[in-house]
């Protein structure tokens, strides 16, 4: 610092030489040297200014979510309270952002994410830990607010189990290629929120945890499409499942642990159009993905091991952009049970949704459910859901 500083006081003191008056006498050394020691001081003070700052510039972004909805489903309705949710977010460092979301509704309070994400590593590298939305497939990484239909589909539910909220790490790697290509690798302790084969409580061996494998890609294939794919599988090792002698009156109860993996694999694919003219309010979007669960079942009330059983499942949705406010679309999802592959659920879901501000909406959707087995009754609900948004939402309305 010591030679910034003189260097700053000779060159004030030359700007100072080449304007003084021609024939003036020159100034003693002594004089240049208190005029130098003075400079000195006078920098000093200036560098340990503090930089001016707003009062609020460390404090976290902040924002909550409102949803609810009324919902008729087989003539029996209800008003539900579905969610408020409080997101923070903000930079912890230069080299690292952390955020957290926690849910209240009437089953109590939650916290649904808590992580934290790298900026800045080397050979584009990005790293997340904590509790987080675990990067398997397409929709089920979404919060419920943000679906394009009011109740997650059948598939996502029952085969993921709700939202993919794990604890755990993440690792993606942007590939240095003439295209965009990301390679994640993630460990968890398991994945998905309602997922009851594994407990997020207590220590386990390395081949109980769940590895996940995703690649995913987005294509241009004109000015105004885009497509993008993504490929992934979930894979848990083995899994510890001890027979349940209140049930089965066995003296000696039954662990299981060999032939128990589970493997989740998915294929998704989303295509967008927007047509130049009709800038962000309207466009197609078309979304799909498809799900293969193999894994050896256990009877829901013995825990006896029953047969491996390898079943699928998915979705498909069209949602047309009319508009500023208007978008609305139909989906239809296929789920196999996962004891018995034959029993098929077939979900056809019309929904509209309406953006009155960029903070508010409001969607309507009717959907009917049938099991392709004689004598079964069809489902149908009828749901209204109403959403706000206050402050700033990490997610917000985000098109999808």
């Given amino acids: 610092m010591s030679r910034r500083i003189y260097f700053l006081a000779a060159a004030f003191l030359w700007v100072g030489m080449l304007t003084t008056p021609a024939g003036a006498q020159e100034a003693p050394v002594a004089d240049v040297r208190g005029q130098l020691k003075d400079l000195q001081q006078r920098i000093l003070k200036l560098e340990g200014v503090p930089a001016k700052a707003s009062l609020s510039s460390f404090n976290p972004a902040m924002g909550l979510a409102l949803d609810g909805a009324f919902v008729d489903a087989n003539d029996k309705a209800s008003f539900q309270f579905r969610a408020a949710e409080i997101g923070i977010e903000a930079p912890i460092d230069p080299y690292l952002k952390g955020w957290a979301v926690v849910t209240g509704n009437n089953g109590g309070v939650d916290v649904e994410e808590a992580a934290m994400e790298t900026t800045s590593l080397p050979y584009s590298l990005t790293a997340r830990g904590g509790r987080l939305f675990a990067s398997f497939g397409r929709m089920a990484h979404f919060h419920d607010h943000e679906l394009p239909v009011v109740e997650r589909?059948?598939?996502?539910d029952s085969y993921v189990g709700g939202e993919t909220r794990a604890d755990g790490l993440e690792v993606s790697w942007l590939v240095p290629s003439g295209f965009y290509l990301n390679a994640t690798f993630g460990a968890y302790n398991k994945l998905g929120a309602a997922n009851?084969?594994?407990?997020?409580?207590?220590?386990?061996?390395?081949d109980e945890f769940t590895y996940l494998g995703r690649l995913n890609t987005s294509v241009d294939l004109t000015d105004s499409q885009t497509v993008d794919l993504g490929v992934d599988s979930a894979w848990t090792p083995k899994r510890t499942v001890t027979e349940d002698i209140a049930v089965t009156g066995s003296g000696d109860a039954l662990t299981s642990r060999r032939n128990t993996w589970r493997t989740l694999n998915g294929v998704d694919m989303t295509y967008r159009y927007q047509p130049p003219a009709g800038g962000l309010y309207k466009g197609v979007v078309w979304g799909t993905e498809v799900m293969q669960n193999n894994e050896r079942r256990f009877n829901a009330a013995t825990l006896l091991p029953t047969d491996r059983v390898r079943a699928y499942s998915g979705y498909s949705y069209v949602e047309v952009k009319s508009g500023r406010r208007l978008r609305g679309g139909v989906m239809v999802d296929l789920t196999e049970d996962q004891d018995d592959p034959h029993?098929?659920?077939k979900t056809l879901t019309g929904f509209l949704s309406c953006d009155v501000?960029?903070?508010q909406r409001l969607r309507a959707?009717?959907?009917?459910?049938?099991?392709?087995?004689?004598g079964v009754p069809k489902n149908h609900t009828f749901a209204l859901q109403w959403t706000g948004v206050i402050g700033h939402h990490v997610h917000g309305f985000r098109d999808r």
Avoid at 196 to 206: F, I, M, V, Y
Avoid at 365 to 374: D, F, L, M, Q, R
Wanted: glycine share 4%; net charge negative.
């Fill in 365 to 374: 959707a009717y959907s009917e459910a049938v099991v392709n087995v004689p």
């Fill in 343 to 345: 029993r098929l659920t």
């Fill in 357 to 359: 501000t960029e903070f």
């Fill in 196 to 206: 009851a084969r594994q407990d997020d409580l207590g220590a386990r061996a390395l």
């Fill in 153 to 156: 589909p059948l598939s996502l």
